[in-house]
């Protein structure tokens, strides 16, 4: 029986075995991908995301954020943005590319209704993020609907890298229906 990366279907279902295992368990490495960015002024920017949901068949990922954050200042100006997993225990490193559109408002507010008081914490904040602060704690948690954000992250390419004994690298892409094409690692 071959093993998953050894054919390129293997690989995206893997890819997506693991996106879908990030949304449903807290622990697993693909929760917490890096969320990259180009700012305005052309540099790129990355942070910590928490990924929401994960769909194969529309190849969508999606992100929640405080819609007063500089990364939708970002996305205002480009909006694109890369996200990366690497998954120690699989030895796979995941790179998307996506197209995103921002969500908020009335269209994210039967989501927001149903997040947790806890969770809600992450989105209002006065002053807003990124704002100088005297110190610290300088800041109020005001937890509020209409800061909050959904980031429909629509993939244009997924590329997989395996370091096993050997490595394989392979790339997908909407354009080509998400058929594999092996690149040199
Ligand atoms: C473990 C962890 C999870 C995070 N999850 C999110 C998240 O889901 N959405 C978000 O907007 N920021 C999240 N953050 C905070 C971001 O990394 C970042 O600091 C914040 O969004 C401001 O980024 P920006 O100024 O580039 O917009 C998380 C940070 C950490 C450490």
Redesign the pocket.
């Known amino acids: 029986m071959s093993e998953w990366f050894e054919t390129a279907d293997g690989i995206l279902a893997k890819v997506w075995g693991t996106l879908g295992r990030g949304v449903a368990d807290a622990k697993h490495p693909a929760r917490?991908p890096t969320f990259a960015t180009i700012s305005p002024d052309g540099w790129p920017?990355a942070?910590?995301?928490?990924l929401r949901t994960a769909d194969r068949e529309a190849g969508v990922v999606t992100?929640?954020?405080?819609l007063y954050?500089?990364?939708?200042k970002s996305l205002h100006a480009t909006p694109r943005a890369a996200l990366h997993i690497w998954d120690a225990k699989q030895d796979l490193q995941i790179r998307l590319q996506a197209e995103v559109s921002i969500n908020s408002g009335a269209k994210t507010r039967a989501l927001w209704d149903k997040i947790p008081d806890h969770a809600q914490q992450?989105y209002g904040v006065t002053p807003p993020?990124?704002t100088p602060i005297e110190t610290g704690l300088d800041y109020v948690k005001d937890p509020d609907p209409a800061t909050f954000a959904v980031l429909d992250c629509t993939l244009i390419t997924i590329d997989a890298v395996h370091l096993g004994a050997d490595h394989r690298r392979v790339s997908f892409s909407r354009a080509r229906h998400w058929q594999g094409q092996w690149l040199s690692p």
């Open positions: 917490r920017e942070r910590t995301v928490v992100v929640h954020t405080d954050s500089d990364k939708i992450s993020p990124g």
